[in-house]
């Protein structure tokens, strides 16, 4: 509780942040029983607490008294706690109690604390005090990695022959067209496996593309067009679609606008001049400059980083 707290792990679906988290308190726990250690979800501590206020007095103090003399405190998914006034309010009192009081604090979430909307600034401020570490989706070789640890693992637990018999380019193939979470890379794994012991054969290459092939579209992103990268763009800077697209030059636009174009150079497959008509009819070189100037962003602003891959995110999950 000295040196990296609060520690915050923030980060999309399935990407382990939970699993992180409560392998932190299984690890104090293990090196101290006597350690007074607490995993709960923010929804669980939300219903906990407005029991307490409907309930005696004495439930208050009980509720207060739990939470206050813990050594360790792990909370999951604190995005829940936006609009939940009275829930930060004593969240606030309680991290501070155990703040103060070199107890360690740990929290996740499915962005950057930044992000959340409606969180108290005094909240909020506490949250990004300590070490804030943000989870990306694996890149290929850990995929491949973490599928052969899975797999390694199953054929552990089972005596079925057919798990043995997972050749090494169908794990390249799942490697290769999944790149969302750890969740869909295992989902693809079960159903092979459960496929070959359904048929009682040997997993080919063919086999493998036919079986995952609606795995493999839905893990890829669906219908990103430019008009859904600038609407998502201008809701997160709370700006309207007319100054993304209009001629304004003001710096609360031209940033969220240099974001739309970047991003639309990222995620789609129109030229700099198509692009540039889209944002307004600028020219080419405007669009290539306003790339390149994020592009160059992003290397040493870690905060515009994760704002990138939060829009992202978004875009991808965007239905109209």
Not at 117 to 142: I, M, W
Not at 222 to 233: G, T
Not at 239 to 264: C, E, F, H, W
Request: a positive charge.
């Amino acid at each position: 509780g000295k040196r990296f707290n609060p520690l915050l792990l923030y980060g999309g679906v399935g990407l382990g942040k939970t699993h992180l988290m409560q392998s932190i308190g299984n690890y104090l726990f293990q090196r101290d029983e006597k350690l007074k250690i607490c995993y709960i979800s923010a929804e669980s501590f939300t219903n906990e607490f407005i029991w307490s206020i409907g309930s005696k007095i004495k439930e208050m103090d009980k509720f207060k008294s739990k939470y206050r003399n813990l050594d360790v405190l792990l909370i999951d998914d604190i995005h829940f706690l936006q609009n939940k006034e009275g829930t930060q309010e004593e969240l606030f009192y309680t991290f501070d109690t155990l703040y103060n009081s070199f107890k360690q604090i740990v929290f996740t979430c499915d962005r950057p604390i930044s992000e959340l909307k409606n969180l108290t600034e005094r909240l909020r401020s506490r949250f990004e005090r300590g070490l804030n570490v943000d989870l990306q989706p694996p890149k290929y070789e850990t995929r491949r990695a973490i599928l052969e640890k899975k797999l390694e693992y199953m054929r552990s637990q089972s005596s079925s022959q057919f798990i043995s018999f997972i050749p090494d380019e169908v794990i390249d193939l799942i490697a290769q067209n999944v790149e969302t979470n750890v969740r869909d890379l295992e989902s693809c794994l079960t159903k092979i496996i459960a496929y070959a012991e359904l048929v009682q054969n040997k997993i080919t290459l063919d086999i493998a593309r036919q079986q995952l092939r609606d795995k493999f579209s839905s893990a890829q992103p669906e219908n990103i067009n430019i008009d859904i990268i600038q609407r998502v763009v201008s809701d997160d800077f709370n700006i309207s679609l007319s100054d993304i697209r209009g001629k304004k030059r003001t710096k609360n636009v031209v940033l969220p606008r240099q974001i739309a174009m970047y991003l639309a150079q990222e995620l789609t497959e129109f030229s700099t001049t198509e692009l540039g008509m889209e944002f307004g009819g600028r020219d080419h070189t405007t669009v290539m400059h306003s790339c390149q100037k994020i592009r160059e962003a992003i290397i040493t602003d870690s905060k515009l980083d994760s704002k990138i891959q939060y829009l992202i995110k978004n875009i991808k999950d965007y239905k109209k």
